[in-house]
């Protein structure tokens, strides 16, 4: 029976070893998303190992007219995001990760002026394909919680494609 499980273990072992991947050192790009108007950030990417990497974004935004109600809108955000790396296959992998941010917006609503800063934790959770050559292409969901009043009930999220160029 102590065989049986050794011999397990030393396979789910062997399994996971396989599916290690070296990612890029560095990728910088674009994410491209809708999370309460950002729409566009830059992303950087920073592998810390084998299988984690740091990646930041900043986003921002200046438009008139939010939702049709005469607004001037603007908004700069920090993210911050650890993220772990699994191969899925090939060029194919999944990632998830933890963090959080920092971000300030304004609004003149032709009467009134209005600015505040905010602080909110997030998660990631992805795919991505990286081809033969320098470039890396994903989709991930990030949910946003807290934001001192900025997100609707305190959460946000989105839904992203990125595109980054490694090096």
Do not use: H
């Not at 674009?30 to 830059?42: H, P, Q, V």
């Not at 920073?46 to 299988?51: F, G, I, M, Q, Y």
């Not at 740091?54 to 995001?81: C, F, H, P, Q, V």
Request: proline share 1%; hydrophobic share 35%.
């Amino acid at each position: 029976m102590k065989k049986i499980i050794l011999s397990a273990i030393m396979l789910m072992g062997l399994t996971f070893a396989a599916q290690a991947q070296d990612i890029s050192k560095n990728a910088l790009g674009l994410r491209l998303g809708g999370n309460n108007g950002f729409g566009g950030e830059i992303s950087y990417q920073r592998a810390l190992a084998t299988d984690n990497r740091l990646e930041l974004d900043l986003g921002w935004r200046n438009r008139s007219n939010y939702n049709n109600n005469g607004y001037d809108d603007r908004a700069i955000k920090l993210t911050g995001l650890y993220q772990w790396v699994w191969n899925i296959d090939g060029g194919f992998n999944w990632y998830a990760g933890v963090g959080g941010g920092v971000g300030s917006y304004s609004y003149d609503d032709n009467n009134t002026s209005y600015n505040d800063t905010f602080a909110f934790a997030a998660g990631d959770i992805g795919l991505e394909y990286n081809f033969d050559f320098p470039l890396l292409i994903s989709l991930d969901f990030r949910p946003e919680f807290g934001g001192n009043g900025y997100y609707k009930n305190n959460y946000g999220s989105d839904v992203a494609l990125g595109l980054r160029y490694q090096f």
